[in-house]
RNA sequence: GCGCGCUUAGCUCAGUGGUAGAGCAUUGCCUUCACACGGCAAGGGUCGCAGGUUCGAACCCUGCAGCGCGCACCA
């Protein structure tokens, strides 16, 4: 039987036309340029729908999209060598293949960029000085000239993504997609404005969501300051002792404090119920101390400071809560009984609604960039909130209130981006309902979606019990417009025509505040959603319209629309990466694309935005797709320096990839980070994993050229009769190393993969098999000769497509430089490696008709032990390698698995730099200069006439006897003992039995040879 | 505060009940006709600590400590 012709499609053909040798060394950098464009001129990458049948699946991976100003970070070398990984496996697997690429247009980040480049190059001082318009057709500019770089980069990495397909969120038809979905959720009254407390950046001058910021531990100051406590007309409220009674408040942001509008302490605080309904002077702005009620609310933590809280709510979001709790209790109060009375009225009970005292109207003192205004007071308007903070602290001192102030740590939300404090400001945003949370929640946790480490299935699932709105409005002006216009209206506004009538249309059976559909075009599909608001008066309302249809927003923006506004926020860039999956694939048209590729295969990202994106993409994905986007989700880790700190730009310890590829090669690149990538675990990364994976290539090369040395072609089929021990030992351990391989990839464990390549190619291969190999390709036995160069390139040839999908550039080089390529059939790697079919291991038959059996490991693992063991004496002993021993064997009678050949002495003989082999004489007596290296083997006796240290050879083999000893005393004590021996199970117990035997011939051996050397 | 993860050789990490492993680093020898980006060998660990279960624990259980992360947060 031949190997191509028994599985043609599993092997590679063996004869193959004389190579030219390879060259010395290899330049991965030629070698990589080449090769990239060549897969692009030969259309390698690029995805068929047409093609995908049963017989060959789809495969498919959306890329996570870069922000387009980006350029390529260790973060993405990671991210993207797995998807190549994935997605070049599936293509040997004879997949069709789709790997989507693209860019993200990254609102907040790309307009920060462009804009501080253009400040720098002096263009603007501001933005307004180009105004919208103006400034977006710039970063439009931008993004043309500089906004392809990390693709490029890519490329460079070995990306094998289909860049005819490559998307960018803000172009047309994906802009399409946003203003439909938003349209859409806005029908379904999931979306709506609303007037909240928001995550407010005073950096970028815009809303965030909640996911926007982070928590960073911070060393603040604790200011405590007094206020007395004051009937409503001013009169000071005594203590039992007639002294005028204090209160000590705590706070770390005095310059608010003439925003505070109430003073709360818990109801349940007995220190304080004589309190509640009475009032406080505050102490800021000076010049307007207003009186604050004591008001009772449970959130206040009395074991907190002085378990008094003074009340801010228009910056701060909790005091904002008790500004709400107080008003819509105070009004329903109020509303219900005591309308007429505004006075309080204390009584006992706590709850009793009577407790309420109204609040005042929240009072902003900032402007929105952090600025204080008039309303903080002469004294402090005009700052910035951060000197402001000093200065109040003066001012309070100066007024004899402060009365501490001491360090404190607390926790401060930051703008993730622009790495500022953020501040919770009240103001008008849009704000989402999350649609499809029952489905999205449930995919995961029935299992159906699979998360890779499957942790991140908890910290999804907790996320998606306690979702928030999000506020999705943006105030910068790159971004995809919010679709919505609107103008103020009163009862005798002239509308135009069409929304007249549609108006009124509805009006007849509707009501105020309801959404529905018209069309102003009256084009068939083309809809407007109209709504209306009513406002606070009654008296005039807004009126809305949304659409998705240009026709529509045409006439909108015509002439006779013109009172009606578009709203001025443009929405998170996360509103649109969340349809990723099926936006770039041509969603809402039913393409063949999505058809084919729909829902996709895995996603591959960084658990840094597992809530930002992969979360919301899976509800979009229910949403509009009515299924799941992906059917396995890959977290990878957290790139790390040696230090364990994440990488970043300001501390300046992240290695540039590029740089690395220049050095290294991307394919070393590629082989170091993912050695270095266990599953669920952060990376440390150390450049020298990229100098391993550099090695690594160069060993791959040169036993490449080993091969081309030993002659070029072969036309030999393996025969089994020719088959030596290591031949068959290599085969197996091939075997081994394609299942490891392939089900470490199944099973996304990328870094036990690449060890396992490592370990099957230079230690078993190389090291050993190789070696081994030499004494037959350096003798005369033409015949068998040729057949360990058959199985060399066998094993080579499956060794390469192994490689393939970690070092794509160096494996397709060897392919076609080797020849392995020439009569494969076109599809099936007669083009490029990438596309010959994934290694399968010999089966039962194949092995059969070899003669290979399982227990033929261990033949060659007795081997290893013996050469080693002898190299590792000849080492100990110090014996010059020119000395060439003389070896006489004894084999290990007990071993009689073990069948010697000629072939086997010959092999141990060259790799031990031997003169000669020979079975040792069963009548020959150890003489005292002869030493002896045991292994289960057998025994090799080596004459040594002169190099002999007899003392020092005694106190060695002492050592061993003691060690013998001992291994035998404790394994013959475990099996002596009953509990032991009646628990245990057989396959242990024989172990022991084994042990024990093997430790007892040892012994009796090491005896020998102590009596032998006298 | 709640939750998750980690702690094994100098470093980075494998190892889910049966004789403690790999790579790197270190040391020694070898410029042997694929490779010094190489070969051969050596040294190096009471598996974070304390209990428990078991004939037997790096591994299972409990508690503790340290490090990291996520969520929630008190002024």
């Known amino acids: 039987m031949r190997l191509g012709v028994c599985k043609a499609a599993a092997f590679p053909h063996l004869a193959r036309p004389f190579m030219p040798e390879l060259e010395k060394t290899y330049t991965p950098a030629d070698v990589e340029a080449r090769w990239y464009q060549r897969w692009l001129d030969d259309k390698c990458f690029e995805a068929d729908p047409a093609r995908v049948s049963e017989k060959r699946p789809a495969y498919s991976i959306v890329i996570p999209p870069p922000n387009v100003t980006g350029i390529l970070t260790l973060g993405h070398v990671l991210n993207n060598t797995i998807q190549d990984i994935l997605a070049r496996r599936a293509r040997m697997l004879g997949k069709e293949v789709l790997w989507l690429p693209g860019t993200d247009h990254a609102g907040i980040a790309t307009q920060n960029v462009v804009e501080k480049t253009l400040k720098k190059q002096g263009v603007i001082k501001h933005r307004d000085d180009l105004g919208r318009e103006g400034l977006v057709a710039k970063i439009w500019e931008w993004k043309e000239k500089h906004g392809g770089i990390i693709i490029e980069q890519l490329k460079k990495l070995g990306a094998s993504c289909d860049w005819s397909r490559e998307r960018f969120t803000f172009d047309d038809d994906y802009n399409a997609c946003v203003m439909r979905v938003f349209v859409d959720l806005y029908k379904k009254g999931l979306i709506y404005r609303g007037k909240r407390m928001v995550n407010w950046c005073p950096s970028s001058l815009t809303a965030l969501s909640d996911e926007e910021v982070v928590m960073k531990a911070q060393n603040a100051i604790m200011y405590h300051f007094k206020v007395e406590v004051v009937e409503s007309d001013g009169t000071p409220v005594l203590k039992q002792d007639g002294k005028p009674w204090e209160l000590v408040i705590a706070t770390t942001r005095p310059e608010v404090i003439p925003g505070d509008t109430a003073i709360a302490v818990n109801p349940q605080d007995e220190r304080y119920t004589d309190l509640i309904g009475k009032h406080v002077r505050r102490p800021l702005p000076i010049e307007k101390q207003e009186l604050l009620p004591i008001i009772a609310d449970d959130h206040v933590d009395f074991s907190f400071g002085t378990g008094v809280l003074k009340v801010t709510p228009a910056h701060d979001k909790a005091d904002y809560e008790i500004y709400l709790r107080h008003e819509a209790k105070y009004s329903s109060w109020e509303d219900e009984q005591l309308k007429v009375t505004k006075g309080f009225t204390k009584t006992a009970d706590s709850t009793n609604l009577s407790n309420y005292v109204p609040m005042m109207e929240p009072i902003d003192v900032m402007h ?196 009606f506004e578009q709203d001025p926020d443009v929405l998170d860039t996360w509103f649109s990466s969340w349809l990723w999956p099926f936006a770039t694939m041509g969603w809402p048209e039913k393409t063949s694309t999505l058809k084919a590729f729909y829902p996709t295969t895995d996603l591959v990202t960084g658990p840094d935005i597992i809530f930002f994106w992969v979360a919301r993409m899976i509800m979009a994905g229910f949403e509009w797709m009515g299924e799941l986007p992906f059917k396995n989700v890959y977290f990878t880790g957290i790139i790390r320096d040696k230090q364990g700190r994440k990488m970043s730009k300001s501390l300046g310890n992240s290695p540039d990839p590029l740089e690395l590829i220049a050095s290294y090669s991307a394919d070393a690149l590629r082989f170091g980070i993912m050695r270095s990538a266990p599953l669920g675990q952060d ?332």
């Not at 870094?751 to 190619?761: I, K, M, N, Q, V």
Request: glycine share 6%; proline share 5%.
């Open 368 to 563: 929105p960039n952090g600025v204080l205004n008039e309303l903080a007071g002469k004294d402090l308007a005009g700052m910035e909130r951060f000197a402001a903070r000093k200065r109040a602290a003066e001012l309070l001192a100066e007024i004899g209130s402060l009365v501490k102030e001491e360090p404190y740590q607390n926790n401060l939300g930051y703008s993730e981006r622009a790495d500022v404090p953020i501040e919770s400001r009240l103001s008008e945003q849009w704000f989402l309902k999350y649609p499809s949370v029952k489905e999205s929640q449930a995919v995961v946790a029935n299992g159906e979606m699979k998360f890779h480490p499957d942790r991140w299935a908890k910290v999804y699932d907790h996320w998606m019990t306690g979702l928030q709105d999000w506020c999705i409005s943006r105030q910068v002006w790159w971004g995809h417009r919010v679709p919505v216009w609107s103008r103020w209206v009163g009862t005798n506004t002239k509308l135009p025509s069409v929304l007249a009538a549609a108006l009124e249309a509805k009006a007849a059976g509707g009501k105020r505040q309801e959404r529905f559909e018209c069309s102003l075009s009256g084009l068939p599909g083309h809809t407007t959603i109209l709504s209306e608001e009513g406002a606070p008066d009654g008296e005039s309302w807004i009126i809305s319209l949304a659409t998705a249809s240009d026709q529509e927003k045409a006439i909108i923006e015509s002439p006779e629309y013109q009172e």
């Open 683 to 1014: 990376i440390c990364f150390d450049e020298k994993n990229v100098e391993l994976g550099r090695n690594f290539c160069t060993k791959l090369w040169n036993a490449a050229r080993f091969r081309q040395m030993q002659g070029g072609a072969t036309e030999t089929e393996i025969s089994a009769a020719l088959l030596s021990s290591d031949d068959k030992w290599i085969l197996l351990r091939l075997n081994t190393a394609i299942a490891e391989v392939s089900t470490a990839l199944e099973e996304y464990r990328f870094s036990d993969a690449t060890a396992t390549l490592y370990r099957f190619f230079w230690s078993e291969y190389c090291d050993w098999y190789v070696e081994a190999s030499k004494a037959v390709l350096q003798g005369a036995d033409e015949k068998r000769k040729a057949n360990t160069l058959a199985v060399i390139d066998f094993v080579l040839g499956q060794t390469l497509r192994l490689f393939h999908p970690f070092l794509p550039f160096i494996t397709e080089e060897l392919w076609h430089g080797m020849g392995f390529n020439a009569d494969m059939p076109e599809n099936q790697g007669g083009k490029s490696i990438m596309f010959a079919p994934w290694p399968k291991p010999l089966d039962a038959d194949e092995l059969a008709h070899f003669g290979i059996l399982p227990e033929d490991e261990k033949v060659v693992n007795a081997q290893i032990e013996l050469v080693t063991n002898t190299r590792s004496q000849l080492s100990t002993m110090n014996i010059p390698r020119s000395k060439q021993p003389e070896l006489y064997f004894e084999p290990n009678p007990s071993n009689s698995e073990i069948v010697w050949t000629q072939v086997d002495f010959d092999k141990i003989q060259v790799m031990l730099n031997a003169k000669s082999f020979e079975i040792y004489p069963s009548n020959f007596t150890p003489i005292s200069s002869t030493t002896a290296v045991l292994s289960s083997a057998g025994t090799l006796y080596i004459p040594l006439e002169g190099l002999i240290d007899v003392e020092a050879e005694r106190a060695r083999i002492g050592k061993e006897l003691a060690k013998a000893q001992s291994e035998l005393e404790k394994v013959t004590a475990k099996l002596a003992d009953e509990k032991f021996t009646s628990k245990v199970p057989q396959k242990v117990l024989d172990e022991h039995q084994q042990r024990k035997t093997d430790w007892r011939e040892k012994l009796a051996k090491l005896k020998e040879m102590m009596a032998a050397l006298g």
